[in-house]
């Protein structure tokens, strides 16, 4: 069987480099990767850099691609599929500035997509990670076919911006998109959000206290990045008649609050400082302190995620190193 093409932007990241390790198992892929670790880290994929059916470019995807290498490559491989995954994940770094999300989460869709359309077949899949920030601040239970109107973050607008040039582009060039919806995901390669943000403070020895972002009562689901590889992977492979597919991925439970976060994390690394909380109920301006899920569409599918929030929670504190 012919080796499909994939290019994966954001491969050295914590979710895109989890994303490789399964696209790369049996040698049925050609994997070409992309990213420049604005966030991402070379140790995430360094074990792959020396496998036939894995090539690495470093370009920073919000500027115009020029690259001769990758050029000449995609003359001889058209894409079976295209996961964009390279964005400002940082939601708090992109307020404080918004030249953040407008370079690395909208203008590398941007810049991606132009690059990628001569490199297209008949049936190319593109998957973009999308997120539950583009549906804001909305106070009830979040579903696909609500409008996603009041983002409050400058990564949800641009995350917008981004879905609907993927739609226009899926439909004048013929192929199919997914737009999966991800809640908070977490996992052992962290590279921003409450776990590594509190983790990092805990193991500062300079720190005098713990300080907590908002009243601790903020309450969200997580998913382990894990099971939302998976289920990416399973609602691709199924069939779909319209050119953009809108998913919300992720559980539907409740979520966990930070104060239970704090809780786990004083446990793992046996921390005795004193630990400060703010009043405010969210961590800053622009932040969503809490929001649930349907995740109909894709239980429909036959997709469950198997760990709840607590779980993946828990899974990844596990992971950390102490
Ligand atoms: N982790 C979450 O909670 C979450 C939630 C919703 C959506 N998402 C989306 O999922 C995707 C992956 O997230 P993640 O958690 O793995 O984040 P991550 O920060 O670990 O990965 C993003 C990767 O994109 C790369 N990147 C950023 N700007 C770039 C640029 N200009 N050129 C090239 N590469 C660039 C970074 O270096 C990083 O490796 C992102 O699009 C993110 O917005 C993540």
């Keep these: 069987m012919k080796k499909k093409t994939i290019l994966v932007t954001g491969v050295a990241g914590m979710i895109g480099s989890e994303l490789l390790t399964r696209l790369i198992k049996n040698n049925k892929n050609f994997i070409i990767g992309i990213d420049n670790f604005t966030l991402g880290k070379k140790s995430n994929i360094k074990e792959y850099f020396k496998q036939k059916n894995f090539i690495f470019f470093n370009i920073d995807l919000s500027k115009k ?20 995954l390279a964005a400002n994940s940082d939601i708090k770094s992109g307020i404080l500035n918004s030249e953040i999300d407008y370079k690395n989460t909208f203008m590398t869709t941007y810049y991606i997509l132009n690059f990628i359309k001569k490199n297209l077949k ?32 400058n990564y949800g607008s641009m995350k917008l911006a981004s879905e609907a040039m993927l739609s226009s582009f899926s439909y004048l060039n013929n192929v199919k998109s997914f ?17 590594f943000d509190l983790s990092n403070k805990i193991k500062n020895k300079k720190r005098k206290y713990l300080q907590v972002l908002g009243n601790g009562k903020q309450r969200k689901p997580y998913s382990h990045g894990s099971e939302i590889v998976d289920c990416m992977l399973y609602v691709k492979n199924h ?32 921390y005795k400082k004193k630990i400060k909380f703010e009043k405010k109920n969210s961590g800053w301006k622009g932040d969503v302190p809490k929001y649930s899920y349907s995740t109909k569409k894709i239980n429909q599918l036959g997709y469950k995620f198997s760990l709840s929030s607590l779980d993946a929670i828990k899974k990844t504190i596990s992971e950390l190193e102490k």
């Design 65 to 84: 691609i020029q690259n001769k290498k990758l050029s000449k490559l995609l003359k001889k491989k058209k894409l079976d599929e295209i996961w964009h």
């Design 122 to 153: 008949y049936k190319s899949k593109i998957i973009f990670t999308s997120s539950s920030a583009v549906f804001g601040d909305v106070k009830k239970m979040i579903n696909e076919n609500m409008p996603a109107l009041y983002s409050c973050s």
């Design 239 to 270: 069939m779909h008649k319209s050119f953009v597919n809108y998913y919300n991925i992720g559980n539907n439970d409740k979520g966990v609050e930070v104060n239970k976060i704090v809780e786990l994390l004083v446990e793992k690394f046996n």
């Design 179 to 195: 737009i999966f919806r991800l809640p908070n995901v977490v996992g052992e390669k962290l590279t921003h959000g409450v776990i």
